[in-house]
């Protein structure tokens, strides 16, 4: 089966570029998305199809994804950024997330 | 606006079923996949499975083939999930979320499912 797999964690300080990374196989051959998890609240998508923001997510979520590794990356990292990070992509007709990366700014 | 709306928690005995429902409104329910995903406490998220609320037609991952069942019933806009054979290690977080494309853009609030003897 598809494996995604990310960093336990990322740490960043507030203001600076946070980035959290996706390994798969291949993975640039697929589109992916990322999602933000906070404690208590129902996951959000922040990035689709690699590099699109849903509307009414900030600019300063961004995405790439080439050859076996996407990127999420955060730019001007806020305090309301912390939180949990699944990436996602289909294997077939299967969905495949990522581990998680817990993101803490410090 | 998109809403998914999911049925209240549920504290079960290892060994019962558990059915959790999406009640969907705001879009044309048959136009999109419902998915279901769970959360353990302290695991991340792992994706059970899908329906195609027009057709009925199902996708499940390898580890719930057997032990789950997606329904729909279109009168009502309302997606179900059943889980069978629960064990402890189905306590968790449930969410229902549509497809939209390849991404999963509108979730329901979750459902806690507690399995316990």
Known sequence: ?106 | QVQLVQSGAEVKKPGASVKVSCKASGYTFTGYFINWVRQAPGQGLEWIGRINPNSGGTNYAQKFQGRVSMTRDTSVTTAYMELSRLRSDDTAVYYCARNGGQWLGAWGQGTLVTVSP
């Open chain 1, 1 to 106: 089966s598809y494996e995604l797999t990310q960093p336990p964690s990322v740490s960043v300080s507030p203001g600076q570029t946070a980035s959290i990374t996706c390994s798969g196989d291949k993975l640039g051959d697929e589109y992916v998305c990322w999602y933000q998890l906070r404690p208590g609240q129902s996951p959000v998508l922040v990035i689709y199809q690699d590099i699109n923001r849903p509307s009414g997510i900030p600019e300063r979520f961004s995405g790439s994804n080439s050859g076996n590794t996407a990127t999420l990356t955060i730019s001007g990292t806020q305090a309301m950024d912390e939180g949990d990070y699944y990436c996602q992509a289909w294997d077939s007709s299967i969905v495949v997330f990522g581990g998680g990366t817990k993101l803490t700014v410090l």
